[in-house]
């Protein structure tokens, strides 16, 4: 069974600049999350989808953040435009069915913003 | 909301000894407590969970306990290798907004 995928790995870009991720969870999961983990913290939950509802995005910052999963499987996160302080890990999870299930991870897209 | 605070920050201990990993948390809902081990540059993986009806559980050389009253958990290893080095989080979910609220992590170094 394939884990979480998520594309691309790293990316560097310029403040201001737009970037976006992509994520595919595993086959069969309904709840979908996004996370941010900083240098030396642990993962921060932005947005959590419930198939293609999201159910709480209330630590997601909404002037520059976005996130979409319209047909209840993969999901992209956006950022637009991006600040220095966006510089980190965004990783996206995902797990069969309510936020108390075992919660399986993506490898991370590393976020550098010069 | 749900805290979760991880102790010690770091830790270092002798291959073959055992480390523990303590965790609390604030939200007396809170159902369901996983441990998460991540290497450096990689994901976040789960090795051993705990939910709120149990207070044991033990997994070859990993066992996880759970103190309700005083809302507690905690990680033990024992028999440490080199290859336990990592970082190791709690995570706390199912309180009042059923999501997983992460310690700050607890650096393991074993020395071979």
């Known amino acids: 069974e394939a884990g979480v995928v998520q594309s691309p790995r790293y990316k560097i870009i310029e403040k201001k600049q737009p970037v976006a991720f992509w994520c595919n969870p595993i086959?069969?999961?309904?709840?979908l999350y996004w996370y941010r983990q900083n240098l030396g913290q642990g993962p921060e939950l932005l947005i959590r989808?419930?198939?293609?509802?999201?159910?709480?995005d209330s630590q997601l910052p909404k002037d520059r953040f976005s996130a979409e999963r319209l047909k209840g499987v993969d999901s992209t996160l956006k950022i637009q435009p991006a600040e220095l302080g966006d510089s980190a890990v965004y990783l996206c999870?995902?797990?069969?069915?309510?936020?108390?299930?075992?919660?399986?991870f993506g490898p991370g897209t590393r976020l550098t913003v010069l | 909301g749900e805290n979760v605070e991880q102790h010690p920050s770091t830790l270092s201990v002798q291959e073959g000894d055992s480390a523990v990993i303590k965790c609390t948390y604030s939200d007396s809902a809170s159902n369901y407590f996983p441990w998460y081990k991540q290497e450096l540059g990689k994901r976040p993986q789960l090795i051993i969970d705990?939910?709120?009806?149990?207070g044991e559980k033990k997994d070859q050389r990993i066992a996880v306990t759970l103190n309700k009253t005083a809302k507690h958990f905690s990680l033990h290893i024992t028999e440490t290798q080199p290859e336990d080095s990592a970082v190791y989080f709690c995570a706390a979910s199912g309180g009042s907004q059923g999501n997983l609220i992460f310690g700050k992590g607890t650096k393991l170094s074993v020395k071979p």
């Open positions: 705990i939910r709120s009806n149990v």
């Open positions: 989808y419930e198939n293609e509802e999201a159910v709480d």
């Open positions: 999870a995902s797990s069969q069915q309510a936020s108390a299930d075992t919660q399986y």
């Open positions: 086959s069969g999961h309904n709840t």
